[in-house]
């Protein structure tokens, strides 16, 4: 495990979208043998034991983790964010989407070693990523406010909220497909 045990931390995986690009649920799709929840779920696990799966699917309970499903239907990832962070009984919480199988150990290191304030999110060429991410459970609130004033666009509060934005564009040099979003079929092929 992951040397951070000072800090009280949990894991959220997300995997509660629609998958309408995939055409069917993306956190069961196979990636070299492996469903792509696998990668997050055992990414998380070398840095906390407690983690939290946010999804909307009844298969997702096999998988031996607890799952939270979104209180608010149709808002998207922040959705997933709110009832998750609101779930969870640790203060700090690593994030990770189904859908980024090529994140590794080092990003999240490094986000754990940022963060300031309420968190730490990525950005590599002005581009942030914000569901690969250190939060604090309290940002819960804010994501309850945006879906409540009907602002879905996590981009947009993630730049209003207290949270250290972490440039990724040296190791994104070495490694260009760190964060390569796994939409499509064709996208598991590259
Ligand atoms: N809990 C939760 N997670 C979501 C929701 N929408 C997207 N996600 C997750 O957020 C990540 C990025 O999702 P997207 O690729 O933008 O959306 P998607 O619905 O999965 O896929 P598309 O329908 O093809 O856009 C994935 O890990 C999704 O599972 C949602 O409404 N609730």
Not at 38 to 44: K, N, P, S
Not at 51 to 76: M, Q, W
Not at 167 to 183: C, V
Request: glycine share 8%; proline share 5%.
């Amino acid at each position: 495990m992951n040397q951070v045990k000072a800090l009280d931390l949990g894991g959220i995986v997300l995997s509660g979208g629609k998958s309408t690009r995939m055409g069917q649920d993306k956190g069961f799709v196979l990636f070299d043998d492996k469903p792509l929840v696998q990668y997050a779920i055992d990414l998380l696990e070398k840095f906390t034991p407690d983690i939290i799966i946010s999804a909307n699917h009844e298969e997702y309970k096999k998988l031996g983790y607890p799952v939270v499903e979104d209180k608010f239907t149709d808002c998207g990832p922040v959705a997933g964010l709110y009832s998750s962070l609101k779930a969870s009984s640790h203060d700090w919480n690593l994030i990770l989407s189904c859908d980024v199988p090529l994140v590794n150990e080092e990003v999240l290191t490094l986000l754990l070693d940022q963060r300031r304030g309420k968190g730490a999110v990525p950005v590599h060429e002005g581009k942030l990523e914000p569901l690969v991410a250190l939060y604090h459970r309290d940002l819960y609130k804010v994501f309850e406010k945006s879906i409540k004033n009907g602002n879905f666009q996590l981009r947009g509060i993630i730049k209003q909220a207290e949270i250290h934005l972490v440039s990724f564009d040296d190791l994104m040099t070495q490694n260009p497909r760190l964060f390569d979003n796994f939409n499509t079929p064709g996208d598991l092929k590259r």
